[in-house]
């Protein structure tokens, strides 16, 4: 709720200060007004811009408060937050596949169970090896495969260092998904549910709100959130403190709980991002799991049978056959 | 339009072909109609419920469609290859084979991107692809080069069209008006007039030499569409050639079973003699010794270098319980029979040749699928996926009948040309009986002299 707050202050204090030029219309498509409901008023004032251009002063408590609201252009979704370079420090020494960041990324993308755009792998790198837990995110790669194929320009780099798409322009081609290494996109392939409250949404990649059908989608470091302040649910849900999220220009880093120096981390901890060899250049790196905090059975023995079965030919060779 | 006796003969036995249209030719395109009706049946869905109708999901994005249009558009560069080197080379025994290459090529390059527009997920966006395009990207790519040979085919087809249309002009064929009307305006007012000849030579002898490295380039791009990704069993530099000589491959058989198809069916015994059955089989032997050479250094390479990724692919492609059989079937009936049928002086007739060429041409089509689906269910990171469908490919029923139905349209689309115009490419017809000293006095130029004319 706080957070909640916080986020509502933000764009309150966005939309004060935001002249009638800089609006362009994103910002109001979306804040609808609804007075069904009909609350009591609260005495606070915002100016919003009408669809006919004119400033109006509308009590908030009339206000229908948009989790999803795009605050910015199509424009600045492309070209990102200035100044910043997100990355991403995954400990996977802490891992033990509880997979409150695979449903907080779901609830926060209203996107169903079948849709992982987070995923905890298995991973069990040779036959000696121990199998350990492998959240897998998209890794906004520095070089990236997927950009360089889509012929019209609706996957892009940022100058944050997101990879993002714009689902009003992505034909559908699938392209992407082909190129991309890391089998981290996914596709509409039926027209995708979309809660009540979101389908008069104004769509703005930053928010990916609401999905489109025919159309390519993956994780994209929550851009909206990250635009206020805030972290990624992931990072956010997480009871173990596995994701570090940050800004490698500050050389900072968070889990939540703590704040530690990025490259201070990634020394410390002999990090890795994976298969390098690929020259993708991820922005998501890996604490290899060493000193491991939970015995790897316990992300498994908890799990509903339908999850079980992605991981039983690792854990269970004996009753796979 | 003046024409000697022997293509007066021609005409007049390939008249009845282009004049009547009979019942039988109703009821086969009665069929291949039905075949097409089901296919937009599938699309309606396709386009109505989304891309969930299809075997396609998020690890194999791809499937028959990609499959069907590698092969498609391969046998229409391959029809453009080959027609263009022997308008280029000049071979006189060649010329009936023309225009069925042709034919061959137009159709195809229609039917073959039709297919790879299946695989977007949004039709209503297509545009996109010309107001935001991205030039990095091997897509683009492929549609600049697919428009662009589209053009060039269409107008090396057409330019070979000019002669044959004006000696249906002049013929005062037995066919309704308004295709007397359009043979007229088709022919462009051609008389074979020395000016006009030497134009139209030179104008065909330039969009021959524009094809054939086009059809080649664009091939290529075709490839990396494939070889610009990091996946094993795609990123390959051989790719390009690999692709190019599959597709020359692939149209040699097309071909040599339109040859013999037409041949039955409208009596050309003496324009697709015995002499043409064996050239071509020649030729698709000595590609098939190329797409074996080229198939075996792609394997070897991969499995003797043994790196982990690309040991998956080829321990699915080579194991019987995933692809072994399929692989198998491919590389015999693709590579070995058609060298062995002929080598062999035995089984070097037309009928035996045609059998390799028809056995080879849908293990090509086998061997797609294998290029394709293998690698796509291969994937960097462990799938765990529980959803079979996810896993492992499996086409669907519409994927099936937008396919039949792609297939339906080639055929029908091949016999309604042929209802159109002469299969054997009458203007340019000589006399076989000739000597060849009497030959050098026909008025078409040897290309040498008409490069040098250029």
């Known amino acids: ?321 | 339009m003046e024409t000697t006796n022997y293509q007066q003969a021609a005409l007049n036995h390939q008249r009845n072909g282009i004049e009547k249209f009979s019942k039988r030719t109703w009821m086969w395109t009665a069929f291949f109609a039905i075949w097409i009706l089901v296919g937009g049946y599938a699309l309606y869905l396709q386009i109505s419920k989304g891309h969930i109708v299809t075997g396609m999901r998020d690890n194999v994005v791809w499937g028959l469609f990609i499959v069907n249009f590698i092969f498609f558009i391969g046998l229409s560069y391959a029809g453009a290859i080959i027609s263009g080197l022997f308008h280029l080379l000049n071979i006189k025994w060649a010329k009936p084979l023309i225009r069925l290459a042709q034919i061959m090529t137009l159709v195809s390059v229609i039917v073959g991107p039709v297919f790879i527009l299946l695989c977007v997920g949004r039709f209503d966006r297509l545009h996109h692809l010309f107001i935001y395009p991205r030039l990095q990207s091997p897509m683009t790519w492929d549609v600049l080069a697919i428009l662009t040979y589209f053009v060039g085919s269409v107008l090396f087809l057409y330019m070979s069209l000019i002669k044959d249309f004006a000696v249906y002009r002049d013929a005062k064929l037995n066919v309704p008006a308004w295709r007397q009307k359009l043979y007229k305006i088709l022919a462009i007012g051609y008389r074979g007039a020395a000016s006009q000849k030497r134009h139209l030579i030179i104008s065909q002898n330039l969009l021959a030499i524009i094809i054939i490295p086009l059809s080649i380039m664009v091939s290529s791009i075709l490839s990396w569409i494939f070889g610009m990704t990091l996946r094993p069993g795609w990123h390959s530099t051989i790719f390009g050639p690999y692709f190019v000589l599959g597709a020359l491959y692939s149209g040699m058989g097309v071909l040599i079973i339109a040859m013999w198809m037409y041949r039955r069916v409208y009596k050309l015994q003496q324009y697709f003699t015995d002499k043409h059955f064996i050239n071509l089989g020649y030729a698709m032997m000595i590609l098939a010794a190329g797409y074996g050479y080229f198939t075996f250094s792609e394997y070897f390479t991969n499995w003797f270098g043994s790196a982990k990724w690309d040991s998956e692919v080829i321990d699915k492609l080579f194991n019987p319980a995933e692809y072994g059989w399929w692989t198998l079937f491919a590389n015999l009936f693709g590579i070995l029979v058609p060298i062995i049928i002929v080598a062999l002086p035995f089984t070097r007739k037309k009928n035996w040749i045609t059998g390799a060429a028809f056995l080879m041409v849908i293990a090509l089509w086998v061997k797609r699928y294998l290029i394709i689906v293998p690698t796509l269910e291969t994937p960097a990171i462990p799938m765990e996926d529980t959803r079979a469908a996810y896993v492992k490919y499996t086409a669907t029923w519409p994927e099936w009948a937008l396919t039949f139905a792609g297939i339906a349209f080639f055929f029908m689309a091949f016999m309604l040309i042929a209802k159109f115009v002469t299969v054997v490419p009458v203007s340019d017809l000589e006399d076989p009986s000739l000597s060849r000293h009497s030959k050098e006095s026909e008025t078409i130029l040897p290309a040498s002299e008409n490069l040098q004319a250029i």
Request: glycine share 4%; charged share 25%; proline share 7%.
């Open chain 1, 1 to 321: 709720m706080e957070k909640q707050e916080n986020l509502d202050h933000g764009r309150r204090d966005f939309l004060k200060t935001i002249t009638a030029v800089a609006v362009a219309g994103a910002a109001c498509g979306s804040m609808a007004c609804s007075c069904n409901s009909a609350p009591a008023p609260v005495e606070k004032k915002v100016k919003l811009l009408s669809p006919d251009g004119e400033i109006v002063e509308i009590d908030s408590a009339y206000l229908n408060h948009q989790e999803h609201m795009a605050i910015v252009s199509k424009l600045e979704a492309r070209q990102g937050i200035a100044g910043k370079r997100f990355v991403m420090v995954v400990d996977l020494a802490l891992c033990k596949n509880a997979r409150k960041c695979v449903s907080a990324c779901q609830k926060w993308h209203d996107r169903p169970e079948d849709t992982e755009w987070l995923t905890v792998k298995l991973m069990k790198d040779s036959e000696q090896s121990a199998p350990y837990w492998f959240p897998k995110q998209c890794f906004h790669c520095d070089n990236p495969p997927c950009v360089k194929v889509c012929p019209v320009d609706a996957t892009y780099k940022r100058q944050d260092g997101i990879v993002l798409i714009d689902n009003d322009r992505c034909i559908g081609c699938k392209f992407c998904m082909a190129a991309c290494p890391y089998s981290t996109r996914v596709f509409n392939w039926s027209e995708p549910h979309i809660l009540p409250e979101m389908e008069n949404l104004a769509y703005n990649p930053e928010t990916g709100m609401p999905a489109k059908v025919g159309t390519v989608e993956k994780c994209d470091f929550c851009p909206d959130r990250t635009r206020a302040g805030l972290l990624p649910p992931c990072v956010e849900a997480c009871p173990n403190g596995v994701f570090y999220f940050g800004d490698e220009n500050e050389d900072t880093v968070t889990n939540g709980s703590e704040t530690v120096s990025f490259s201070q981390l990634i020394k410390d901890r002999a990090a890795y991002r994976f298969m390098e060899e690929l020259g993708t250049k991820p922005r998501v790196y890996y604490l290899p799991p060493k000193d491991r905090q939970f015995p790897v059975e316990r992300g498994y023995e908890n799990l509903p049978e339908n999850l079980k079965d992605r991981f039983r030919d690792i854990m269970e060779p004996s009753k796979k056959s």
